[in-house]
């Protein structure tokens, strides 16, 4: 087992992972066999790592999180193995204020950590399929391109810079057993 820290120089150690892998000489490919491992490893995102703030004058808001992490396993007959995606610097989560995600609200709250948690999951589909030929870099940006590309599918963004006239504080990022938390 070992200990990466991806970020190295100029990237502000973005991620952080920790993998272990090995294949397996007993089996040719041609017999080989890929059970999916459909237990979740982690809770789901809690609604509190999400406090949203107005920035400036638009109708945008934005939730800085710190720590966002999730633990993604494969096991086939190709490897064995698990990372641990780490952020160490915060993410900004945008979305619009509209009807549908009012300032600050429980629901936007909510829907963020579900965004975050389907954004964890669709990665970790995708891990289980390249996690044996997958490098550190190529993890970090899959990891952060599935996050964002969750936002984006509903209105939002996802940005490692905070945006332009935003003053709101860093949130460190929670998981909790029951759902995605009570922030109603």
């Known amino acids: 087992m070992g200990e990466v820290n991806f970020g190295g120089p100029g990237t502000d150690g973005i991620l952080k992972a920790i993998s272990l892998s090995g294949k397996s000489a007993d089996c040719p490919e041609e017999e080989t066999l890929i059970p999916i491992n459909e237990e979740e490893a982690l809770p789901p995102p809690d609604c509190?790592?999400?406090?949203?703030?107005?920035?400036?004058?638009?109708?945008?808001?934005?939730?800085?999180?710190?720590?966002?992490?999730?633990?993604?396993?494969?096991?086939?007959?190709?490897c064995i193995g698990y990372d641990w995606g780490i952020f160490t610097q915060p993410l900004?989560?945008?979305?619009?204020?509209?009807?549908n995600y009012s300032l600050d609200s429980g629901s936007t709250k909510i829907e963020s950590a579900?965004?975050?948690?389907?954004?964890f999951k669709a990665f970790d589909s995708w891990y289980k399929?390249?996690?044996?030929?997958?490098?550190?870099?190529a993890l970090e940006q899959k990891?952060?391109?599935?996050?964002?590309?969750?936002?984006?599918?509903?209105?939002?963004n996802v940005t490692l810079t905070p945006p332009l006239g935003f003053l709101g504080k860093p949130t460190a990022y929670k998981v909790t057993w029951s759902g995605y938390g009570n922030c109603d």
């Open 48 to 78: 509190e790592s999400f406090n949203y703030s107005r920035i400036g004058n638009t109708n945008w808001q934005c939730s800085a999180v710190t720590g966002v992490h999730e633990l993604f396993t494969v096991f086939n007959w190709q």
């Open 92 to 99: 900004y989560f945008q979305l619009p204020i509209n009807n």
């Open 114 to 119: 579900a965004y975050l948690d389907m954004a």
């Open 129 to 137: 399929v390249n996690g044996c030929n997958a490098g550190a870099p």
């Open 143 to 156: 990891l952060l391109e599935f996050i964002k590309d969750e936002f984006e599918e509903n209105g939002g």
